[in-house]
């Protein structure tokens, strides 16, 4: 599972995209959401919590969730974040997995994120 958020300016009008993928590298899901005026870490964790909620109601069991934001995967990896803004965004997110038998969290280089990087600014 791929996410990505964008801001054109920061702040500015922001939107999140996701790519859900099977275990063979098949699209299971793909989508966009326009997001309210905000800054790129809320779009990009925005886009965390929107991939891992559809992933959620997909049935995913086991969740491999990838993006280019390292500040965001490093605050999922580490259980925190300390900019407050976000912290109730990562919260939310860290809870989400307890629902999945297993999930890892890692980064994607920018040009490995292209697709989602595409859907995020589909909107904005």
């Given at each position: 599972m791929n996410f990505d958020g964008a801001s054109k300016g920061n702040p500015g009008p922001s939107g999140a995209g996701f790519i859900v993928r099977d275990w063979k590298g098949e699209v299971m899901a793909l989508g966009a959401q326009k997001l309210d005026e905000g800054t790129n870490n809320i779009a990009e964790v925005s886009a965390t919590l929107l991939a891992v909620r559809i992933g959620k109601l997909l049935g995913v069991r086991k969740l491999c969730l990838e993006g280019d934001s390292l500040i965001i995967i490093q605050a999922i990896?580490?259980?925190?974040?300390?900019?407050?803004?976000?912290?109730?965004?990562?919260?939310?997110?860290?809870?989400?997995?307890?629902?999945?038998?297993?999930?890892?969290?890692?980064?994607?280089?920018r040009e490995d994120n292209a697709e989602a990087d595409i859907l995020s600014k589909w909107d904005i």
């Amino acid at each position: 599972m791929n996410f990505d958020g964008a801001s054109k300016g920061n702040p500015g009008p922001s939107g999140a995209g996701f790519i859900v993928r099977d275990w063979k590298g098949e699209v299971m899901a793909l989508g966009a959401q326009k997001l309210d005026e905000g800054t790129n870490n809320i779009a990009e964790v925005s886009a965390t919590l929107l991939a891992v909620r559809i992933g959620k109601l997909l049935g995913v069991r086991k969740l491999c969730l990838e993006g280019d934001s390292l500040i965001i995967i490093q605050a999922i990896m580490k259980r925190s974040l300390e900019a407050w803004q976000l912290q109730n965004f990562i919260s939310s997110i860290i809870e989400e997995p307890n629902f999945f038998e297993d999930y890892q969290v890692s980064h994607a280089r920018r040009e490995d994120n292209a697709e989602a990087d595409i859907l995020s600014k589909w909107d904005i």
